[in-house]
């Protein structure tokens, strides 16, 4: 099983502010196989980010994912107040299919 | 548009079973492949399992591997858990989301709470 490690466990910024975190794991995720998930409170997780770099319909292009092998980082290039949320790692190249423990971004 | 809704959830005593659905519309179900995802209060995400369009390939998750089965019907463009011998630990809200090839879950339905309690 591949463990996925997400890095901060939560940042604190102001928007307008540059976001990067970390989603780190144990063995090489196949194809770049990983995606990430906004959720926010009392909400279901939604598709930002698939096969590492591909933005999902809809999102923003201020959002960017990059990573291949095991180390994996996605970007938010200006934070707006919408953006301030949990964010999770998933890979899906190899069976069980896993996430990470997820990234709060919150609001300094 | 897409569209799925879980249902079944509820409070149970531990050791005890539950049937979760989740209907499904908007789209070609038996297409796709579908996966239950939960959420225990105030955590992660924890990815359950999936199952192919035509039933043929299934997986779970380590922890709940021989206590879960999931399972479809196609005609009903339904998705079900069965979630047996239920602890306290499985309390969380359970997610079906729809997988597109190489794209992950791109659509979610809002959960279905499980609380086990005595």
């Known amino acids: 099983e591949i463990v996925l490690t997400q890095s901060p466990g939560t940042l604190s910024l102001s928007p307008g502010e540059r976001a990067t975190f970390s989603c780190r794991a144990s063995?090489?995720?196949?194809?770049?196989?990983l995606a990430w998930y906004q959720q926010k409170p009392g909400q279901a997780p939604r598709l930002f980010i698939y096969?590492?770099?591909s933005r999902a319909t809809g999102i923003p292009e201020r959002f960017s994912g990059s990573g291949s092998g095991t180390d994996f980082t996605l970007t938010i290039s200006r934070l707006e107040p919408e953006d301030f949320a949990v964010y999770y790692c998933?890979?899906?190249?190899?069976?069980?299919?896993?996430f990470g423990q997820g990234t709060k971004v919150e609001i300094k | 548009q897409v569209q799925l809704v879980e249902s079944g959830g509820g409070l149970v005593k531990p050791g005890g079973s539950l049937r979760l659905s989740c209907a499904a519309s908007?789209?070609?179900?038996?297409?796709?492949?579908m996966n239950w995802v939960r959420q225990a209060p105030g955590k992660g995400l924890e990815w359950l399992s999936y199952?192919?369009?035509?039933?043929?390939?299934?997986y779970y998750a380590h922890s709940v591997r021989g206590r879960f089965t999931v399972s479809r019907d196609n005609a009903k463009n339904s998705l079900y858990l069965q979630v047996n011998s239920l602890r306290a630990e499985d309390t969380a809200v359970y997610y079906c989301?729809?997988?597109?090839?190489?794209?992950?879950?791109?659509?979610w339905g809002q959960g279905t709470l499980v609380t086990v309690s005595s």
């Open positions: 989301a729809r997988a597109v090839s190489a794209v992950g879950l791109d659509s």
């Open positions: 908007g789209f070609s179900f038996s297409d796709y492949y």
């Open positions: 199952i192919s369009g035509s039933s043929t390939t299934i």
């Open positions: 063995q090489s995720v196949s194809h770049r196989y």
């Open positions: 096969g590492a770099s």
């Open positions: 998933q890979q899906y190249g190899s069976s069980p299919w896993t």
